[in-house]
C-alpha cells in the first residue's frame, strides 16, 4: 500500500515573514519602552502601573489577586510581589476576600488611586510615542481584531 505524505506547513511569503520578525521586535521592544518612560519620569514599574489601573477599573476598585494576575498576564506570585510593593507605599491594601474567606483581594486606596492620576499623562505620551503615532491610518478596528485573536489563540494553545 502506497503511502501518501501530507504537505506540510506553507512557508512564509517575504511579506508574512517581514511581518512576523516586526511583530517580534514590537512585542519586546514596546513594552521596554513603555516601562522605561515610567521609572524613568515616575518612579513606576509598567506593571504597578497595570495593577493600578487594572484596579480603578474594577468594581468597587478591587480584584481577587488570581484575577489581577491574570489580567496583568502575570503569575499569582509575580502579582503577589508586585501587591507587596505597592503595599508599601500605601497605594493597595490586602484585603480577605468576602466571598471566600481563603482568598485575598488587592484594594486601590485613595492614594493609589491619586498615584495612578499622577502618572496616567506620562504613560499616555509614552503610548502615544511608542505606538499610536507609528499606526496613524492604519484600520484599527481590523488590527485590534487580529491582535485579539493571536491572544486568545496563544492563551488557549499554552493552556
Known amino acids: ?4 505524505s501530507r504537505p506540510g506547513p506553507l512557508p512564509l511569503n517575504a511579506k508574512e515573514e517581514a511581518f512576523l520578525r516586526a511583530f517580534g521586535r514590537a512585542i519586546l521592544a514596546v513594552p521596554r519602552a513603555l516601562d522605561a518612560d515610567l521609572l524613568r519620569e515616575q518612579g513606576m514599574s509598567m506593571s504597578e502601573y ?11 476598585r478591587r480584584l481577587r489577586m488570581g ?4 489580567a496583568s498576564a502575570l503569575s499569582l506570585s509575580g502579582m503577589s510581589r508586585i501587591v507587596d510593593r505597592l503595599e508599601g507605599r500605601g497605594l493597595v491594601r490586602r484585603e480577605r476576600c468576602s466571598s471566600d474567606a481563603r482568598g485575598w483581594e488587592a484594594v486601590l486606596t485613595d492614594a493609589g488611586f491619586e498615584r495612578l ?13 511608542h505606538v499610536i503615532d507609528h499606526v496613524e491610518g492604519l484600520d484599527l478596528p481590523t488590527l485590534t481584531a ?13 493552556g
Open 117 to 129: 492620576r499622577q502618572a496616567w499623562p506620562t504613560h499616555l505620551a509614552s503610548v502615544r510615542r
Open 146 to 158: 487580529a491582535l485579539q485573536r493571536f491572544a486568545v489563540e496563544c492563551q488557549s494553545a499554552a
Open 67 to 70: 484575577d489581577l494576575a491574570l
Open 1 to 4: 500500500m502506497a503511502h501518501r
Open 50 to 60: 497595570s495593577a493600578l489601573m487594572f484596579l480603578s477599573e474594577a468594581p468597587r
